[in-house]
């Protein structure tokens, strides 16, 4: 891959950065990092593997400054490892979204002794987050939550729900917004609470999605003892530091590593020789869709390493995080409907059925896929935060 590969000119230390990268990935990408695991523990084993890897390389959370564990990088070193990562198939770590989301919210919000604790144990996956935002009644409103925390001393008393929280089921650690001043308007008296997951009270219920798999757990608080010290940023302000976990989370979100993964795929199915389905697709018609695909991708990589260089200045994402994430999860799910509409028939069958598509998962992508564009905010609140903070609309009445 030469300089013009990143679509950017590169320094000498671009260039050195890059090699880094390279070497790393070349002796560490070994057949067992490689191999697709049986099993959702032989799963999780693997991306522990890998992030202790990263880890140890200096290259868990390059983005983070390096006082606290990462490279200062800068968002052309960024675009660089995103590519090199995504070129060479590399898995994602176990902890990627604290280290894209809560790990800069932390160095942003955080005491002195929350960033000593809490950083160095998200890198090293000591401690395994989950997030704890969306309520069933709650919808895309997220202030409108309805979870309750009690001050009682030194601590304070949770009670409610979460729902649609990803990793739970394996998480020992839980960041979660929560109502801590009832009485004050709706975007005031929330708090940012960081939480032990395997604390007396809380229970966690994994949900069966459409794919057949359980990403997804509610998760119930039954009178739950947290230290009033675990409040992230102001008590009662948390909204403030919730709005800067939602803009890296949508910076995460337009990562191209899974969009570079599937246009991979997409251009091998088109070249396997009976790759056309008899449901009139041509050759023309594919070669202008992987075409298109292969522009989009390129113009998300550099949007996206744009939207993250707000978290290497230690600043939280603007509105461009919102274009970055409306955009990808557009292409992503798009690129999903065509693997299927490529495939034909095979692209309707599970992975390892008797005449499957070949290339990918391509029915339980299509299924996944399904999320993409309401998954760290819907693509109408992109919408919406892209018309009032860039274009400077006026708000609905």
Known sequence: M??????????????????????FLAASLTPDVLERPVGENARLDRLRQWQALLYAAGLAAI??????????????????????????????PINRSAINQ?????????TEEQRAHHLPRILSAEDVWCQGFSEPEAGSDLAALKTRAVIEGDELVITGQKIWTSKASYANRIYLLVRTDPDAPKHEGISYILADLTAPGIEVRPIRQITGAAEFSEVFFDAVRVPLANVLGPLHGGWRV?????????????????????LAILVRMAQEPNALT???????????????????????????????????????PGPEASVAKLLTSEVDQSMANFGVELAGVPGVLER??????????VAASYLLMRAATFGAGTSEIQRNVIAERLLGLPRDP
């Open 352 to 361: 390892g059925s008797v005449g499957a598509a070949k290339q990918g998962n």
């Open 63 to 92: 983005s983070w400054p390096t006082e606290y564990g990462g490279r200062a990088a800068t968002p052309t070193q960024q675009l660089i490892f995103n590519t090199e990562m995504a070129a060479a198939h590399a898995p994602e």
């Open 278 to 316: 008899d449901d009139g697709l041509d050759d023309s018609y594919v070669a202008d869709r992987i075409t298109r695909y292969a522009a989009q991708v390129e113009a998300l990589r550099q949007i996206a390493a744009q939207a993250t260089a707000a978290g290497v200045r230690g600043v939280a």
């Open 242 to 262: 919730a709005k800067s976990t939602l803009g890296y989370e949508r910076v995460g979100q337009s990562r191209t590593h899974r969009i570079e993964r599937r």
């Open 2 to 23: 030469s300089d013009g590969d990143y679509g950017v000119a590169l320094t000498d230390a671009d260039r050195a950065f890059r090699d880094e990268v390279r070497a």
């Open 102 to 110: 809560l790990g800069p919210t932390i160095i942003q919000w955080g």
